[in-house]
T-cell receptor, first 110, second 112 residues
């Protein structure tokens, strides 16, 4: 069964800290992995897409890494800000089937 | 900014009523999806489409139906709503299954 797990479920940090969110998946035969941000009551906003042949992708203060063989991805957020507070979800794409984790709820305190 | 729109955003209806949730995208994407998400839980795929006249069921059993008569439009219909249908419904689209997927803002449905 293709499962996606995100740890921790919730995280609270003071403003300015660097932090890492984790995503693990049981089936390593992936096409790509995508990180999303979801604000309360809203849809998902795509942050980064990593193809299976890539090791990492960067966008501004965000850096996502992918280790397919170990079934893991991390999302690194540098110099966190209160505006980064949201739920972060990873989604693993298995051809026609995309599996989502339950997300990590991040709170950045001023 | 993704151009995918859902209406209504919020809806409260009575048990047994028929409801259609609308989803439109202006990006010309062939692939469209409907997901169901309960608060704090993961998304579950309930329907998807490869293109016009194509509809498939996802891995979460759903009593809803979908249609894809036009590329840009992928409505979801509940013929007889029940309280167990109370949830957030998210519509999404992508150029291909392996490309970035874009989501609408979601439709919050409450059945009383």
């Amino acid at each position: 069964k293709q499962e996606v797990t995100q740890i921790p479920a919730a995280l609270s940090v003071p403003e300015g800290e660097n932090l890492v969110l984790n995503c693990s998946f049981t089936d390593s035969a992936i096409y790509n992995l995508q990180w999303f941000r979801q604000d309360p009551g809203k849809g998902l906003t795509s942050l980064l897409l990593i193809q299976s042949s890539q090791r990492e992708q960067t966008s501004g203060r965000l850096n996502a890494s992918l280790d397919k063989s170990s079934g893991r991805s991390t999302l690194y957020i540098a110099a966190s800000q209160p505006g980064d507070s949201a739920t972060y979800l990873c989604a693993v794409n298995y051809n026609n089937d995309m599996r989502f984790g339950a997300g990590t709820r991040l709170t950045v305190k001023p | 900014e993704a151009d995918i729109y859902q209406t209504p955003r919020y809806l409260v209806i009575g048990t047994g009523k028929k409801i259609t949730l609308e989803c439109s995208q202006t990006m010309g994407h062939d692939k469209m999806y409907w997901y169901q998400q309960d608060p704090g839980m993961e998304l579950h795929l309930i329907h998807y489409s490869y293109g016009v006249n194509s509809t498939e069921k996802g891995d979460l059993s759903s009593e809803s139906t979908v249609s894809r008569i036009r590329t840009e439009h992928f409505p979801l219909t509940l013929e007889s709503a029940r309280p167990s249908h109370t949830s957030q419904y998210l519509c999404a689209s992508s150029e291909a299954f392996r490309n970035t997927i874009y989501f609408g803002e979601g439709s919050w449905l409450t059945v009383v």
